[in-house]
């Protein structure tokens, strides 16, 4: 902030950056204040017994355990995609590439629609496997593949940019070195890729705690099952249960705001306007 | 992103590295807690999934299951739990077609239950043979307002008139909404003059669709709506009214925010229970059953007329005082059932002739 105000002068910037909160401040700021006023209206005694159901306690596990795990098999494969595209030529990498990047394109609902179609019980996968004892939808599993589906360009996003700067140079040498193709990737890319690496796998655990849309058509909303802490969020506040939807909804708010704070932190300074160094 | 995104990180030393790797290794065990081996996990009990339209919820998850697990108890020393979800009826139905492994469902709406039979979830016409046609408990549609009836509101034609407000449940994904509309149609219908009925039936319909400000996709999503301050009047089930009041001022809060009105004519809605065998084990089948039969005690009925649902046994009625009287009740039967409601009322007049004329 100091550094910005420094140039123009500080009576010029009063103005924009008053106007900016004027924006700003219903827009964003007090609706994420009114979850925490409405959260802890009933005192704080009301919002920890409402924190403690077992219910709300279940839903906010179960969410985040889908986020490390969805977060833990894309930060492998999102960055294995992204080597591959970065690093191969074939025929055919125009469209993977695309492709790749449609999940951010595609409304969540008709993700969800999509993996019902292909995995439910009347879909086109999901009827061949059924009798095998595997259906995935409105299981855990569901819920997991939807993640993986919903959040998959995200590492990609991180990681491919750096690979694709990284110049050939340093991986020539460590060949010429001797090193092997494994060698090169974990003591020569992969330390350049971290700062990638670190944002892409925060930005898709953080993404995919809150996601919604997927997570409702492939869950089936059973509480204490398939019910994450959004789709409790929705549930209670459907049956009027502000309160108790409101407890959850501080408690994730908080989360993602301390995700995001952590990111910012980490990659503050190398990413974006990052000149730092 | 980081366009140069190198090894910043390694700058941040031991010490932060380390605090990040706590706070995140803290928060993996907090999310894997339940599942981890070696906590003594107790052998899971009997599960019965029941899948309910939105009203049901309180009713069952705090009385009437409770009460199931107990007598079941008592009987084969077995221990029972739950799994639940609510939600509008169409909604539910629509679940049910996709997959969802509900054990039983209780639906709003008889044709929700045949459409099932059509998608081959159930046989066709199961339900018909439980108690009382499959019907568990009833309730009749009412109208809340704002305390003190300001827009002096007391019948469904009432909301024709200019300057009023509706809040109205979404007929595509509400069973609810399905009784409302029979409701506002039958209501006029069966006092028109003979042979005027569909056309006193149609003026009721059009006048409170066109005052329509918020359709929520549930019964109690539309209460929630409501509750929020939206609308001048809802039409919806007695129950969630009479029930909602007994929340509030169990709560403690301030007065009620509304005020129920009674229409001289309305509709006593039924709901259907289904049984889906197909998702239940042969082992599984004699609890599901039992519960099945339990809705239809002495004990879960008693239950059900506490929780604001009326009994399909009308000397069990008495016991909540709660109950206003309605001077001219009917069933969908006296139109025909519901097949022949869907077709005329739901898609002929409402869908064929209402809405294309609101968008105008």
């Not at chain 1, 990609?156 to 990737?185: H, R």
């Not at chain 1, 802490?229 to 249960?241: R, S, T, V």
């Not at chain 2, 409501?226 to 009041?245: I, K, R, S």
């Not at chain 2, 000397?315 to 206003?324: C, D, I, Q, S």
């Amino acid at each position: 902030m100091a550094k910005t105000t420094k140039a123009p002068g500080a009576g010029s910037a009063a103005l924009p950056v008053g106007l900016l909160l004027a924006v700003l401040v219903p827009l964003l700021l007090m609706p994420l204040a009114a979850v925490f006023v409405f959260a802890f209206r009933g005192g704080f005694k009301d919002f920890l017994s409402a924190l403690t159901a077992e219910d709300a306690q279940f839903a906010l596990r179960f969410s985040l355990l889908i986020a490390f795990l969805t977060a833990a098999v894309n930060a492998v494969l999102g960055t294995f995609a992204a080597y591959v595209l970065a690093k191969y030529r074939f025929p055919g990498k125009k469209p993977l590439t695309i492709a790749v990047n449609l999940p951010v394109a595609i409304p969540t609902v008709v993700v969800g629609t999509s993996l019902l179609l292909l995995w439910g019980p009347i879909g086109l996968l999901g009827k061949a496997l059924a009798p095998l004892g595997f259906s995935p939808m409105f299981a855990p599993a569901g819920v997991l593949l939807a993640h993986l589906f919903v959040t998959f360009p995200y590492m990609l996003g991180a990681v491919k940019p750096l690979l694709d700067e990284l110049e050939v140079t340093y991986e020539e040498a460590a060949y010429t070195l001797g090193a092997g193709k494994w060698q090169t990737f974990r003591y020569v890319i992969l330390p350049a890729l971290r700062g990638g690496l670190f944002s892409g796998t925060l930005l898709t655990f953080a993404h995919s705690l809150g996601e919604f849309g997927a997570t409702v058509m492939v869950s089936g909303n059973l509480r204490l099952r398939t019910q994450t802490a959004p789709l409790f969020i929705f549930a209670q506040f459907e049956a009027g249960n502000v309160e108790k939807a409101n407890a959850v909804a501080a408690v994730l708010a908080a989360l993602s705001f301390a995700i995001f704070f952590f990111l910012l932190r980490w990659s503050g300074p190398t990413g974006g306007r990052g000149q730092g160094h | 992103m980081g366009r140069l995104g190198s090894s910043s990180a390694t700058r941040s030393g031991w010490p932060r590295s380390l605090l990040a790797l706590l706070v995140w290794g803290a928060l993996l065990l907090y999310a894997v807690w339940p599942w981890l081996p070696g906590r003594g996990r107790r052998t899971r009990p009997r599960t019965i999934i029941v899948y309910g339209f939105s009203i049901l919820g309180d009713a069952l998850d705090h009385s009437v299951l409770p009460a199931f697990a107990r007598h079941w108890r008592a009987e084969t020393g077995e221990r029972v739990e739950f799994v639940t979800s609510f939600a509008g009826s169409g909604t539910v139905t629509n679940q049910l077609i996709m997959g969802v492994p509900a054990h039983l469902a209780l639906l709003s709406l008889e044709l929700d239950a045949q459409r099932l039979a059509t998608a081959g979830v159930i046989p066709p016409g199961s339900w018909k043979s439980l108690p009382f046609g499959g019907v568990v408990n009833r309730t009749p549609f009412i109208l809340l307002v704002r305390p003190g009836n300001p827009k002096g509101i007391h019948d469904f034609a009432d909301l024709g008139r200019p300057g009023v407000q509706v809040v109205h449940p979404d007929p595509l994904t509400s069973g609810g909404a399905n009784w409302a509309l029979l409701a506002e149609y039958g209501g006029a219908a069966r006092h028109a003059a003979p042979g005027r009925e569909r056309e006193a039936g149609t003026a009721v319909l059009r006048g409170v669709w066109k005052h329509v400000v918020a359709q929520a996709a549930s019964a109690r999503a539309a209460r929630t709506q409501f509750e929020n301050g939206f609308g001048d009047a809802l039409v919806t089930y007695e129950q969630d009214a009479v029930h909602g009041n007994e929340d509030e001022a169990k709560k403690k809060k301030s007065a009620p925010k509304w005020e129920i009105v009674y229409p001289p004519s309305t509709v006593l809605s039924e709901h259907t229970l289904v049984i889906l065998d197909k998702n239940a084990t042969p082992e599984e089948r004699p609890a599901v059953h039992a519960l099945a039969a339990f809705l239809w005690s002495d004990e879960a009925q008693k239950l059900f007329v506490a929780n604001g649902f009326r009994s399909v046994r009308e000397e069990l009625n008495g016991a909540n005082p709660a109950f206003g009287h309605i001077v001219d009740p009917f069933l969908v039967a006296d139109f025909g059932g519901w097949t022949r409601v869907k077709k005329d009322v739901v898609d002929g007049i409402w869908k064929g002739e209402i809405l294309p004329g609101l968008g105008k």
